[in-house]
T-cell receptor, first 115, second 117 residues
Framework: KAGVTQTPRYLIKTRGQQVTLSCSPISGHRSVSWYQQTPGQGLQFLFEYFSETQRNKGNFPGRFSGRQFSNSRSEMNVSTLELGDSALYLC??????????????FGEGSRLTVL | AQSVSQHNHHVILSEAASLELGCNYSYGGTVNLFWYVQYPGQHLQLLLKYFSGDPLVKGIKGFEAEFIKSKFSFNLRKPSVQWSDTAEYFCAVTSNAGGTSYGKLTFGQGTILTVHP
């Protein structure tokens, strides 16, 4: 069974630009969560989608947005990039039920560098 | 708000030594608890989980963790570590509140374990 696939793996942007990251979940998983990982703040929850609906959201500004498609693939977008957005962005999928939604299967991440 | 504290940032052991990594959380309600592990060059993966029932849970590769509700703790243990256990370990918690918790784990800062052969 293929794991969670994230693209691109690495990208460099400049301040003010926007970026879109993509995530393909494990087949059969309908929930996709996104996390930001930085050395200072650790792993922080961005949002979770299930069946194309955002069910949960973390404490990030509105510049961070996401969506999920009917095939469960998900994208997240960060607009007006700031230097502090440099991070590893992790996507995780799960079956989405409760409490199994905490059993996350992570991708390898997209490393974003903002210059 | 929930928070998770992992007491040790970096633990260094020799092979065959016993391991205990501390994890404490702050949350007044019912919780689900997890340990995730990230081996060098690999993605985060679930090591073990606690939802309810027996507070002593066993995971992969000989790891176990004990949930002590009165101490708000979920410490990870292994009786005898191997060089291949070198990794970063993350404790995580989610409240058992259904709708407000879907996909949302609060992670500790992680503990780097280095095992010398």
């Amino acid at each position: 069974k293929a794991g969670v696939t994230q693209t691109p793996r690495y990208l460099i942007k400049t301040r003010g630009q926007q970026v879109t990251l993509s995530c393909s979940p494990i087949s059969g998983h309908r929930s996709v969560s996104w996390y930001q990982q930085t050395p200072g703040q650790g792993l922080q929850f961005l949002f979770e989608y299930f069946s194309e609906t955002q069910r949960n959201k973390g404490n990030f500004p509105g510049r961070f947005s996401g969506r999920q498609f009917s095939n469960s693939r998900s994208e997240m977008n960060v607009s007006t990039l700031e230097l502090g957005d440099s991070a590893l962005y992790l996507c995780a999928s799960s079956l989405g039920g409760w409490p199994q939604s905490g059993e996350l299967f992570f991708g390898e991440g997209s490393r974003l560098t903002v210059l | 708000a929930q928070s998770v504290s992992q007491h040790n940032h970096h633990v260094i052991l020799s092979e065959a030594a016993s391991l205990e990594l501390g994890c404490n959380y702050s949350y007044g309600g019912t919780v689900n608890l997890f340990w995730y592990v990230q081996y060098p060059g690999q993605h985060l993966q679930l090591l073990l989980k606690y939802f309810s029932g027996d507070p002593l849970v066993k995971g992969i590769k000989g790891f176990e963790a004990e949930f002590i509700k009165s101490k708000f703790s979920f410490n990870l243990r292994k009786p005898s570590v191997q060089w291949s256990d070198t990794a970063e370990y993350f404790c995580a918690v989610t409240s058992n509140a259904g709708g407000t918790s879907y996909g949302k784990l609060t992670f500790g800062q992680g503990t780097i374990l280095t095992v010398h052969p």
